[in-house]
């Protein structure tokens, strides 16, 4: 199945995207008189989705199903995973953007952390911080969202963990990262954590590793790469993440992104995004996430 978030008055409420637009699951809810799970974390915790099934179908078949089925290109959409107890993201981990930045693969993973003051939903605004930054920049990622408690698991049983996949950007100010040895300040201002439209469910993806990623900025293609180049893989970065810390259900991990970035560019032609830009990240099967920037 595939998720998403619907931004309303009241918050965000679960979607489900179907062949003929995407199920306001709590509006379905009360139009049929059925009772489902109508927030996407209660769906990650483990909640009962054959009542969602069962609302998919009589919105598809019932007449009045035209009431609570939202076109896409109408929906409001919210983050994807709204409310993550953790946000963790994977640097350097495509062996291109490595050549590109000049760095050295890296002996492990490297970790960072964003918050959720980051999150921002598909077609939403990133508001720039121009007062402390000017340098900032795209990243396209895989996100991977956690399904199952993982605490020192092999990798071999890694993905069995994984709820599910959806397309990030990492955005991010280069200049703030740079201005200590710590990433953070130029990876966690508000709304540098992109993520949607969708949350799509693993057994769509059984093969994290041979996805398509792209990026456009006001339709001019970016980056154009594969999962194949990264360094470590899902099910590694998993593994290694829960030998230190606990993951829990909807925690997120944004997995590195390919080459491509302004940043790799020669310091003559880095021509930094600005207000007014549209950047638009694509993961093959997790759809396109664009976001403006203000």
Not at 25 to 46: K, Q
Not at 194 to 223: F, H, M, W
């Amino acid at each position: 199945m595939t998720f998403c978030t619907l931004a309303g008055r009241d918050g965000g409420t679960l979607g489900l995207r179907t062949e003929r637009g995407i199920l306001d699951v709590a509006r379905a809810c009360r139009l049929f008189r059925i009772n489902a799970p109508t927030d996407i974390h209660s769906v990650i915790e483990g909640a009962d989705c054959a009542p969602l099934r069962k609302l998919a179908e009589k919105a598809l078949n019932d007449r009045r199903g035209k009431r609570v089925l939202v076109p896409e290109s109408r929906a409001r959409f919210g983050p994807a995973v709204p409310r993550p107890g953790k946000i963790i993201c994977v640097g350097l981990n495509y062996r291109r953007h490595a050549q590109e930045t000049g760095n050295p693969i890296p002996p492990v993973p490297i970790l960072f952390n964003k918050y959720n003051n980051a999150l921002v939903g598909h077609r939403g605004r990133i508001r720039l911080p121009t007062k402390v930054s000017s340098q900032f920049d795209y990243e396209v990622e895989l996100v991977v969202v956690m399904g199952r408690t993982a605490r020192d698991v092999p990798e071999e049983k890694a993905l069995s963990h994984v709820f599910g996949y959806a397309t990030g950007n990492d955005f991010s100010a280069r200049d703030l990262m740079r201005a200590t040895s710590q990433l953070m300040l130029g990876k966690a201002c508000d709304g540098f954590a992109p993520l949607g439209p969708y949350v799509v469910s693993a057994d769509q993806i059984p093969d994290p590793q041979n996805l398509k990623l792209a990026t456009t900025v006001n339709g001019e293609e970016r980056q154009n790469s594969n999962t194949s180049d990264m360094i470590y893989s899902c099910a590694q970065i998993v593994s290694y993440c829960s030998r230190h810390l606990t993951l829990s259900p909807g925690d997120i991990i944004y997995t590195g992104t390919p080459q491509g970035v302004i940043l790799g560019y020669p310091p003559g032609k880095q021509v930094w995004l600005k207000a007014g830009d549209r950047v638009v990240t694509e993961v093959e099967k997790c759809g396109a996430l664009e976001v403006t920037l203000v």
